[in-house]
Every structure is written in C-alpha cells, then in structure tokens.
C-alpha cells in the first residue's frame, strides 16, 4: 500500500468559486497550486512556451482570469523520483470519461508525483479540482488529512454555466461525462428518455479519450435537442451525486455565500489551514427563467432513490436527503446511502 501523502485535497463543481478559493491558497507560501488537474488542456503541457502571448491565451482557455501566470506551468515540472514531467502522467479520462466513474490508477499516480514536486521544495501540494464527481474517492485515500469540498446552490450554478447564452463548455461537457458514466447510466436513460442516450452513449464512448473537443461538439448537439427543464434535470443529477458523494465524514464541505455569512466557519477554514481569506463575497443569487425548479428535481430525487433501493444499495435506515425540500419539502432521496459505486 502507498505512503499517503498531506496535500489539501479541494474537490468541487465548476462554477462554485474554486478560483478564488484556490487564489487564498495560491497566496500562501506553505502550498504548491495544482489547480484543475483534471483539464484537458494539460494533456498539451510539455509542448506550450510560456511566451506573453500564450500566457494569456491559456489564462483565457483555462478560465483563470485571477493568475498572472497560467496555472499549467506547475505542471511542466519534473518529478526527481521519474525524472519525467508532471504531465507526462496525466490521463485525459479523467476529463470526462472517468468523471462519474472510478479514477484510474494512472490519474491517482499522476496526482502523487505532483505531490512529490511540491513536497520536494517543502510545500504542502494543494489540488482543486473542478471535476471531482465521484472520481474523486479514487484519489482522496492517497492523501491523508480531512478534504474540503465546495459547492453552491444548483440552480445559481445552473445559471451560471450560461446555457444558452453566452457559454457552450459547461453543459456540454456535463452532458459528455453522465453519458460515459456507467453507476448513473440508468437514470441518465430515465432522465433524458434512452431513445436518444443509448445511441447517443455508443458514440460517446467511441471518442478518444483526448478529444476534447469532440465531447463538447457532441455534448453540444445532444443538449440543444433538449427542453431546458431536462437539461437542468441531468445538470442536477451531476450535482446531486456530486454532492451527496463529497460530503462525508472527513470532508469539511461549504459554499462562498455559507462562508460569508457563517463567520465561525470562517474562521474555522482559516485556522485549520493556516491562510487569510480576503474580498470573499457571496455568489450571485441569480436563476434562470421558465424551469420548474422544483417538480424537476424531485424527479431526480424520486429517480435516484427508486433506481438505488432497488438495486440494494440503499440502507433503509440511512437519514434522507433532499435539496429541494430547502424549496417544498416534499421529496426524499436514498442516493446518500447509496454512493458506494467505486467502493
């Protein structure tokens, strides 16, 4: 069994404020950033300069306006124990196909010689990942200490993914990582009618690992044949199983506006990790317009508890859970007991 690394492992969502999070971090000296090393755009690592110009391209790409710096330069440093770089390691599955599904051993090396650099220069190596999932349990064992996890509330993260608008990365690649999971292919099927996933599942897992930008085009084409209410319905089953996935017992969970509000918690985040959390402001409480907010998630609810208890995965006396009885109060859902696919 492996030595288990200290390393603060920050899983989330995109969109949850993981940048700023990961910037307090980046600010101090203890820590050595890995921040979304499960990008596509690592893949390309060794072969990008970092000329001014394609710094900014990548800033752009990567979506990290806050850093001077794009954060993939962390990963072009070579580990001494393989003499290889960090990103000769990285496996594109975990992009997409491995989101909702276990990590393969090659992503959990990958994230360890990451941890060696950082220990290396006596830095404690702090990961944010934005594509946790529940790929995620694969590579929390690796690292001892408690993790955190972030989150925001669904329906301003759905508005905030710009389906529709102005964005055409986030949903699409939702939609590519539920079609390639195998533990939520039937309420995938369920959610989204199989007539258009099973066929659309077979294509999907043609696609090469590293073609990132065939996933989007697909996941594209897939969405905009949807009505918006299901389209929020599969975004709400990947945060739901996200969630419920992330937030156990050694997993000390929270969202920006929580964080403001909640000054214990706060300082509780500060002193555990030793860092000075500066400009935090809540989220934007914005949602989008013409979903049925609620009726749409108890269906997910409804779906997730009727698929896990029938397949004996669900205890009978395990707490339920609902997020949108925080709105009606109405439904229950079993998938808490139930998030033991990749045990």
Same mark, same amino acid.
């Given at each position: 069994?492996?030595?288990?690394?200290?390393?603060?492992?920050?899983?989330?969502?995109?969109?949850?404020?993981?940048?700023?999070?990961?910037?307090?971090?980046?600010?101090?000296?203890?820590?050595?950033?890995?921040?979304?090393?499960?990008?596509?755009?690592?893949?390309?690592?060794?072969?990008?300069?970092?000329?001014?110009?394609?710094?900014?391209?990548?800033?752009?790409?990567?979506?990290?306006?806050?850093?001077?710096?794009?954060?993939?330069?962390?990963?072009?440093?070579?580990?001494?124990?393989?003499?290889?770089?960090?990103?000769?390691?990285?496996?594109?599955?975990?992009?997409?196909?491995?989101?909702?599904?276990?990590?393969?051993?090659?992503?959990?090396?990958?994230?360890?010689?990451?941890?060696?650099?950082?220990?290396?220069?006596?830095?404690?190596?702090?990961?944010?990942?934005?594509?946790?999932?529940?790929?995620?349990?694969?590579?929390?064992?690796?690292?001892?200490?408690?993790?955190?996890?972030?989150?925001?509330?669904?329906?301003?993260?759905?508005?905030?993914?710009?389906?529709?608008?102005?964005?055409?990365?986030?949903?699409?690649?939702?939609?590519?990582?539920?079609?390639?999971?195998?533990?939520?292919?039937?309420?995938?099927?369920?959610?989204?009618?199989?007539?258009?996933?099973?066929?659309?599942?077979?294509?999907?897992?043609?696609?090469?690992?590293?073609?990132?930008?065939?996933?989007?085009?697909?996941?594209?084409?897939?969405?905009?044949?949807?009505?918006?209410?299901?389209?929020?319905?599969?975004?709400?089953?990947?945060?739901?199983?996200?969630?419920?996935?992330?937030?156990?017992?050694?997993?000390?969970? #929270? =969202?920006? %506006?929580?964080? *403001?509000?909640? &000054?214990? @918690?706060?300082?509780?985040?500060? !002193?555990?990790?030793?860092?000075?959390?500066?400009?935090?402001?809540?989220?934007?409480?914005?949602?989008?317009?013409?979903?049925?907010?609620?009726?749409?998630?108890?269906?997910?609810?409804?779906?997730?508890?009727?698929? #896990? =208890?029938? %397949?004996?995965? *669900?205890?009978? &006396?395990? @707490?339920?859970?609902?997020?949108? !009885?925080?709105?009606?109060?109405?439904?229950?859902?079993?998938?808490?007991?139930?998030?033991?696919?990749?045990?």
């Amino acid at each position: 069994m492996q030595q288990a690394h200290k390393a603060v492992v920050a899983n989330s969502m995109w969109r949850t404020g993981s940048t700023y999070l990961a910037k307090q971090f980046h600010e101090s000296p203890r820590y050595k950033l890995y921040y979304e090393p499960c990008h596509e755009v690592i893949l390309k690592a060794s072969t990008i300069s970092m000329t001014g110009k394609e710094r900014a391209q990548l800033r752009q790409k990567m979506r990290h306006p806050q850093f001077k710096d794009p954060l993939i330069a962390a990963f072009q440093e070579k580990d001494e124990l393989t003499g290889r770089p960090i990103s000769e390691f990285f496996d594109p599955a975990s992009s997409f196909h491995d989101v909702y599904n276990d990590a393969s051993e090659d992503t959990v090396e990958y994230l360890l010689a990451a941890a060696r650099v950082a220990e290396a220069n006596d830095q404690i190596p702090f990961f944010g990942f934005c594509r946790s999932g529940i790929q995620h349990k694969s590579w929390d064992s690796a690292f001892e200490g408690q993790h955190i996890y972030l989150w925001r509330d669904p329906r301003e993260q759905f508005r905030s993914y710009g389906w529709g608008r102005d964005n055409f990365y986030f949903v699409p690649a939702t939609i590519a990582q539920l079609l390639l999971s195998k533990p939520l292919a039937p309420i995938v099927d369920r959610l989204a009618s199989p007539w258009r996933t099973k066929p659309a599942r077979l294509i999907f897992q043609r696609v090469p690992a590293r073609s990132s930008i065939t996933f989007l085009r697909l996941g594209r084409l897939f969405a905009a044949r949807l009505p918006l209410d299901k389209v929020y319905g599969l975004f709400y089953l990947s945060w739901l199983t996200s969630y419920l996935s992330n937030t156990r017992s050694k997993t000390f969970a #929270f =969202s920006l %506006s929580e964080l *403001a509000k909640d &000054k214990a @918690k706060l300082g509780r985040l500060e !002193a555990d990790y030793g860092i000075s959390i500066s400009g935090l402001e809540a989220t934007p409480n914005q949602t989008v317009h013409g979903i049925d907010y609620a009726n749409t998630e108890r269906q997910v609810e409804a779906l997730v508890d009727q698929y #896990f =208890s029938a %397949s004996g995965q *669900a205890a009978a &006396k395990q @707490k339920k859970w609902s997020w949108s !009885a925080k709105h009606s109060g109405t439904m229950t859902s079993a998938l808490a007991a139930a998030l033991v696919f990749a045990d």
